[in-house]
């Protein structure tokens, strides 16, 4: 997927959902039931079980409206750096910061791609839903390894294809969230013959049970009326990628992707 179309697509997501919720709630990203376990959401998830550093700088790649830098500024001294490529984010990010200046210092919000990312400059990097719209996803985890100091870490949250062969539904995902790749765990296990050196093995921690999976008649027929609504409006972004998420779900109900988060230390 281009820069262009990821911009685009998330500049009108994030319009859509601005008319919804204010940009200081939580994010599209998936709810996951922790149970027992002392968290409400990924990123709470990331500060009890990972922890984080409370010098140096922390970057959440693909940060939304800047929900996650927010939650994070609450629990580190760290500087916090938000990278998206939509311009509607940033500035929804900008402007609910500057509701709570006094109290947020430690944020700042770019537009930019995280392939971008200064060499030897993060001591953790935070990917939650993004690392699958890079148009080379191993190249894209290698250029993130590398903007982490040594000992840095890279949290990658992600829905991680499981089969060998495409089918017919993971196509239709891939097109309507333009992927290029399906995200899995070899891109993972390739690593190991990475030019920048990690410990082996990384941490990988299965979320998929703490999900909500709709069934897959219900997510079936979503995907039925978005189809018939986009005869009328073949171009709307932000409808295909909801169609795209409701055979996602879909996708989850047959067991053919998990929800994973993976820990990778740079050495």
């Known amino acids: 997927m281009s820069k262009q179309n990821v911009s685009g697509l998330y500049d009108q997501l994030s ?9 200081s709630t939580y994010p599209i990203h ?40 927010q939650f994070i500024s609450k629990h580190s001294k760290a500087a916090i750096l938000g990278v998206s490529l939509s311009e509607q984010e940033i500035e929804l990010a900008d402007k609910a910061l500057k ?15 995280f392939d971008e990312l200064a060499t030897d400059s993060a001591d953790l990097i935070i990917a939650v839903e993004s690392i699958k719209h890079s148009q080379d996803i191993r190249l894209s985890i290698e250029n993130m390894l590398a903007a982490l100091r ?7 949250v992600d829905d991680f294809y499981c089969e060998q062969t495409f089918s017919q539904d993971a196509t239709q995902y891939m ?3 333009h992927l290029y790749e399906m995200l899995s765990v070899q891109h993972i296990q390739a690593l190991k013959n990475s030019l920048i050196p990690i410990k082996i093995p990384p941490q990988i921690f299965d979320h998929t049970f703490k999900m909500h999976i709709p ?11 978005c189809n018939a609504i986009l005869r009328f409006r073949k171009n709307d972004l932000a409808l295909r990628a909801f169609k795209g998420g409701f055979i996602l779900d879909k996708l989850y109900a047959e067991q053919k992707m ?3 988060a993976v820990v990778l230390v740079r050495q």
């Open 258 to 260: 998990k929800y994973l």
């Open 215 to 225: 069934m897959r008649a219900w997510s079936s027929m979503k995907t039925f009326v």
């Open 150 to 156: 040594p000992n840095g870490k890279l949290i990658i």
């Open 99 to 113: 509701t709570n200046e006094n109290t947020l210092k430690n944020i700042h919000f770019k537009q930019q791609s």
């Open 175 to 177: 097109q309507d969230w």
């Open 30 to 69: 998936k709810r996951l039931n922790f149970a027992s376990e002392p968290s409400n959401d990924i990123y709470e998830w990331i500060v009890n079980v990972i922890g984080l550093p409370n010098q140096g700088l922390i970057i959440d790649a693909g940060c939304g409206t800047g929900w996650g830098c």
């Open 15 to 23: 319009s859509m959902e601005h008319l919804i919720k204010s940009a």
